[in-house]
């Protein structure tokens, strides 16, 4: 049997020379939350409805397009892909109903990024459920076996929808996540978790309506899994693992009190229902609701609003005919009236609230809930099917378990799921920069401390100066890391999504081409990561048609690290895939010294930068942007030197910009005779030219040389040291902040200290 590429052990993940790897990953793509034909991003309201017939075939992008894209991330140092699907992309026509010609691009395109030595792990992605709801994930079809309307949605104010809504362009940003507390979310969530509890009386097909949902979920899954395994030359060799749900949320369970907004729930922006109120106006009542906005200290009320639905229901009616999915209803189960009415919570005659608590105990026992319950019940139990259903066809896959974002992980440790070839999967994002999408230098917010009681008063977990903000992250994304090791066991840890909003500040830098706070921003990011003791992260996001127009092309979301209309990053040695500039060409060619003669092709230098910098106008015609002017923004920030095979254990690693410095300590293991691997860290041109990168070890040898994979060139440093603590001190290039090209003086020395303490901030 081949050795695994990739291997558990104990905290840390190995390779078959036994070095521990480092995942330095991203999410890959953001195109995949919609489908294809019709192209439908969140912004689009055309055929919106008509979500049966769709296809998914050509996302993320194209066969022919997979190389260009998998050369540039392995080119800008990342090994992992969190290689996204939807549900809905799976099974869109109907329950049961597979779309295998997507599953067999999907394998096509999985195959190309194992020709690029890719680890990757499936995730299956949702947001607020459903594309219908206004996220992504579920097939429509689901909403309708829970006896929901889509086309009701807007008015009832069910679902906040980017497609329906009057003009998609002023669509609030961020307001999106609030339909995690809305009905058609709350109603979802409770139903697919809970259903046997909390809606005895839906019952569909002879099956409860959370067996229903959770059994098609985890068949759709299996049989890609299956498709995947039959394929023969995937698993190990590029697919390393499947990850559990993403961003999973407990709608009701738990909920104390449905008349009161909870005391946890962190967002409020937009009108703020209570779970009541959402019901209410889910059933065609008006009702007054409180309005919010986010602002640099968190949500606020600003006023209130009367929501009037006019008498529309966002239940399906009474006449609905159900024969166009093949399903059958118990007659308990009636359509035309709330779902939850027919449990008892309120009285529509009356429009009084019967039960408050409903939500906060099992029906049936009288056991009390919490957030804390329902992770370790409805979660847990879900996901040890989805593991199980994965592991009947894979016994070997790695599973990487994703509890609900920011709540306290499963407890685990010692017990029969403390499953050795598990991974933890956390999502962090620094809330304030992602909801204002502003980098606010002068202060942040201790936002897990306040999760975790850790402050007698919030007012004592706000951080002043970017120093500070900076250290707050990572002791955040630290203590995670030690929560989870407490709660989990011994398992590895990756942070599957972090990330920062580009569109920052009115989309200033897309006006200006001065990218500092998002460099800012990206930096201390990668700092929290580095001082995390984590394993691995992948970085949320990367979209191949991201615009300055549309951002991500979804809800207004901005995070790619990519766009269409961002130039390339310069520098003394261009970071253009050779693959994508002139790819097969030799270089005694004519064609090539032609190539060579013409100024856009050439490495950016004094005499072409102006050119190379001017910024695109936020409403540039992406389509016209030649290839090797298309890139990233940030990229310094981003493209960093990072640790991938480490000949022992890594005690701490960490690159500082400021300084262009990257420090790594390590416990390296005891050789055997003939052992000559080595550690080997990833170093981009950008901040190390290998002629002007001066490196210190506390013992033996190191080489600066390239690493060929497929038609790209990485370079590369390779340590040999001895065994026992070791260090290493790697020094780069300076620049400016924000200046890809300038090198920086004595002068400017003392300008970025001032900056890095906070001294020059600005908000």
């Known amino acids: 049997m081949a050795s695994l590429r990739l291997r558990i052990d104990g905290q840390t993940f190995k390779d078959p020379q036994n070095r521990e790897i480092t995942l330095r990953g991203i999410n890959v793509a953001g195109e995949s939350k919609f489908p294809r034909d019709p192209d439908t991003p969140s912004y689009v309201s055309g055929g919106f409805f008509d979500a049966d017939h769709v296809s998914f075939v050509g996302r993320p992008f194209t066969i022919d397009d997979a190389h260009t894209h998998f050369a540039r991330l392995r080119k800008w140092g990342y090994n992992t892909l969190r290689y996204i699907f939807t549900w809905e992309a799976i099974e869109h026509e109907g329950p049961g109903r597979y779309d295998d010609e997507w599953i ?76 995690y507390t809305r009905l058609v979310c709350q109603t979802m969530f409770t139903l697919f978790w809970g259903g046997r509890d909390f809606a005895p009386k839906a019952i569909i097909n002879g099956v409860n309506i959370q067996d229903y949902l959770q059994g098609h979920f985890i068949a759709a899954c299996r049989y890609l899994a299956q498709k995947i395994h039959e394929a023969g030359d995937i698993e190990n060799e590029v697919v390393i693992g499947w990850e559990s749900m993403n961003e999973p949320h407990r709608g009701l369970i738990g909920v104390q009190d449905i008349s009161v907004i909870p005391p946890d729930q962190q967002l409020q ?140 992980p499963p407890d685990l440790k010692g017990s029969v799921d403390d499953d050795p070839n598990m991974v933890h999967a956390v999502h962090y994002y620094d809330g304030l920069t992602l909801l204002t999408k502003h980098w606010n230098r002068l202060y942040n917010v201790d936002v897990i401390g306040v999760l975790r009681g850790k402050y007698l008063a919030p007012a004592f977990a706000v951080k002043i100066g970017e120093s500070a903000i900076r250290n707050c992250l990572r002791d955040q994304l630290k203590f995670l890391r030690d929560e989870s090791l407490r709660y989990m066991g011994s398992h590895p840890l990756i942070f599957t999504e972090i990330g920062i909003p580009y569109d920052m500040d009115d989309k200033y830098a897309y006006k200006t081409g001065d990218y500092s706070s998002q ?53 003394g040695k261009p970071l253009v895939l050779e693959s994508e500039s002139q790819p097969n060409q030799d270089p005694h060619s004519p064609a090539y010294s032609e190539s060579q003669s013409n100024p856009e092709n050439q490495a950016i230098g004094p005499r072409n930068l102006k050119h190379a910098l001017s910024p695109p106008s936020i409403t540039s015609d992406s389509t016209q942007a030649s290839k090797d002017k298309l890139g990233f923004r940030a990229g310094e920030a981003f493209i960093r030197p990072s640790p991938i095979f480490t000949n022992g254990l890594i005690s701490k690693y960490q690159f500082d910009l400021r300084s262009c410095t990257f420090t790594l300590s390590l416990v390296g293991k005891e050789r055997a005779m003939g052992d000559e691997t080595a550690t080997e860290i990833y170093l981009p041109e950008f901040h190390f030219p290998d002629a002007q990168t001066v490196v210190s070890v506390s013992s033996g040898k190191w080489s600066i040389d390239y690493l060929q994979i497929n038609s790209v060139k990485i370079q590369l440093l390779r340590w040999w040291h001895m065994a026992g603590d070791q260090d290493i001190k790697i020094q780069g290039v300076k620049r400016k902040p924000g200046d890809q090209n300038s090198v920086v003086s004595g002068d400017d020395v003392s300008y970025l200290e001032q900056c890095q303490t906070g001294a020059c901030m600005v908000m």
């Open 519 to 571: 460099v800012s921003a990206m930096d201390a990011n990668h700092f929290a990561l580095e001082g995390s003791t984590g394993n691995g992260f992948t970085l949320w996001l990367y979209t191949t048609t991201n615009n300055h127009e549309w951002g991500d092309n979804w809800n207004g979301e901005d995070l790619s690290i990519f766009s269409l209309d961002d130039f390339e990053l310069p520098s």
């Open 104 to 179: 067999a691009f999907t394998i096509e395109v999985l195959r190309v990024a194992k020709q690029y030595q890719f680890y990757v792990f499936l995730d299956p992605h949702q947001d607020v459920w459903s594309r219908l709801s206004g996220g992504s994930g579920a097939p429509a079809w689901t909403l309708y076996a829970a006896g929901l309307n889509p086309r009701a949605f807007k008015k009832t104010e069910a679902a906040l929808v980017q497609n329906t809504y009057d003009n998609p362009a002023e669509f609030p940003k961020m307001i999106w996540s609030t339909n």
């Open 269 to 408: 922006l937009g009108t703020s229902p209570t779970a009541f109120q959402a019901i209410l106006t889910g059933s065609g009542r008006a009702c007054e609701q409180t309005v919010w906005a986010f602002g640099g200290f968190g949500p606020h009320q600003t006023g209130r609003e009367l929501v009037d639905p006019e008498g529309e229901s966002a239940w399906l009616p009474a006449t609905h005919d159900d024969n166009k999915y093949g399903w059958k209803r118990d007659p308990d189960w009636k359509l035309g009236e709330c779902l939850w009415a027919q449990h008892g919570v309120w009285d529509p005659s009356s429009d009084q609230l019967l039960q408050k608590d409903y939500f906060s105990k099992r029906p049936q026992t009288g056991e009390p809930l919490d957030y804390d319950r329902f992770t370790n019940s409805y979660f847990l139990e879900h996901y040890r099917a989805y593991r199980d259903a994965i592991r009947s066809v894979w016994s070997g896959a790695i599973m990487l378990c994703q509890p609900p974002v920011m709540e306290i």
